[in-house]
């Protein structure tokens, strides 16, 4: 059964990302999906991961690390919860920026990607609701 007052909240209090994670969802619409917790997780051809309220996008595998990048990005659909429409400059921004614009700091540096306080929180909170097993750092 659907948590009907996490997807409230979502839709209310996180209205400006989880209407582009609707506007997301449409466009993979003939992707693959499911439900993932009170989230609905979409399978991409993609290689990475996105939370945008409570919708997930995640890469169409069945592989160890695709499940924990599910749980982490459901991790990310809390702090939305938690910060509703300042999720997108908080998280979302700082996010995007740390994945793709401090690639190759993270490598040299050997930086683990959990590191910066958004994917770490995000990790704590998916290992939390989604019941992963073994720590995230993705």
Known sequence: MWNWAYIAVQCVWGMPQTILGFLLYLRYLDAPHERFGGAVRTRWTRDGGVSL?????????????????????????????????????????????????????????QVPYSWFYTERWADRLGEKHAGAREKLQI
């Open 53 to 109: 309220g409570p919708f997930i996008f995640t890469p169409d595998s069945e592989e160890a690390w695709c499940r924990k990048m599910a749980a982490h990005e459901y991790g990310h659909t809390f702090q939305s919860l938690m910060l509703g429409p300042l999720y997108l400059f908080l998280i979302g921004l700082p996010s995007m920026v740390w994945n793709r614009c401090f690639c190759g700091y993270r490598n040299r540096k």
